[in-house]
């Protein structure tokens, strides 16, 4: 498939869904993947930096359409739970390199938006449940896109499995 027939069937994803996941495979970095189409919205993208393929597809499965489907609304300093076993927190990617939400970014500019993507950067807890509050260098062996550290702002419960799946969070249900 060539890059024009990809962005079309992007855009097709974003039409149905509201946004669709991108993986792109680490060379010679780790992986990440992120979302597109959330700018339709007026809100940020979510990148998320080293997670297994699939689990950061489902993650952002999950935020994307809190975001679409039910409306949340999501800010630096922002610590997220029942997605994962550990609490996510989320911080304003706003030293992040150029190229690194390419395809959003050309989507963006596709449906008549100017300027980059804003980018909200997903983050694990360690083992210790404790998140990068305040860091501005690697976490768990990731960069953080944030050189000035973000500061904890609130908890954000979202409904659980169940009730996400009975909402139509998912593209099976």
Do not use: C
Request: charged share 25%; no cysteine; net charge negative.
């Amino acid at each position: 498939m060539d890059h024009e027939a990809l962005l079309a069937d992007w855009e097709t994803r974003i039409e149905r869904w509201g946004f669709t996941n991108i993986a792109v495979v680490g060379d010679p970095g780790p992986e990440y993947a992120y979302t597109a189409g959330l700018f339709h919205l007026g809100h940020p993208e979510f990148v998320i930096v080293g997670a297994p393929r699939q689990l950061a597809h489902d993650l952002l499965w999950d935020l994307g359409s809190a975001v679409v489907r039910s409306g949340f609304r999501f800010e630096s300093g922002t610590t997220v739970n029942r997605l994962a076993a550990n609490p996510m927190g989320i911080v304003a990617a706003t030293d992040r390199p150029d190229d690194l939400v390419a395809v959003a970014d050309r989507l963006r500019t596709r449906a008549g938006l100017n300027g980059p993507s804003s980018v909200l950067q997903v983050f694990f807890a360690n083992r210790e449940d404790v998140l990068p509050w305040g860091q501005n260098e690697d976490h768990l062996g990731f960069p953080i896109f944030n050189r000035h550290g973000a500061k904890a702002a609130r908890s954000v419960d979202l409904p659980d499995r169940e009730t996400r799946d009975a909402d139509g969070w998912y593209p099976d249900s």
